[in-house]
Nanobody, 125 residues
């Protein structure tokens, strides 16, 4: 079965950290650019970060730059999003997805690309 599965979300206090994982099964991530997106209640989905496939360049939205780090481990077929110094405004459902390249921090996709089911991140005291 072809799927992306996110994990690592949860409840964290402001200033805390979480590491999200995006694991692929049924296909290899090697040749895909991978993006992280988030959607907060009542808001549109927004791109957060993107990592390219070939030269492993990374890109970040201004709102998370310096706090979040995207990385990939092709041997584990996994992409990570390390989130530090979390703020209440980071609260959202976080999704990973495949694409064919990064358009800066936003992933450029084809109709055949994959999405995960999302993982909830809540930043609250």
């Amino acid at each position: 079965q072809v799927q992306l599965v996110e994990s690592g979300g949860g409840l964290v206090q402001p200033g805390g950290s979480l590491r999200l994982s995006c694991v692929a099964s049924g296909f290899t991530l090697d040749y895909y650019a991978i993006g992280w997106f988030r959607q907060a209640p009542g808001k549109e989905r927004e791109g957060v970060s993107c990592v390219s496939s070939s030269d492993v360049k990374t890109y970040y939205a201004d709102s998370v730059k310096g706090r979040f780090t995207i990385s990939r481990d092709n041997a584990k077929n996994t992409v990570y999003l390390q989130m530090n110094s979390l703020k209440p405004e980071d609260t959202a459902v976080y999704y990973c997805a495949t694409g064919y390249r990064c358009g800066s921090f936003y992933l450029i996709q084809r109709p055949s690309d994959y999405w995960g089911q999302g993982t909830q991140v809540t930043v609250s005291s």
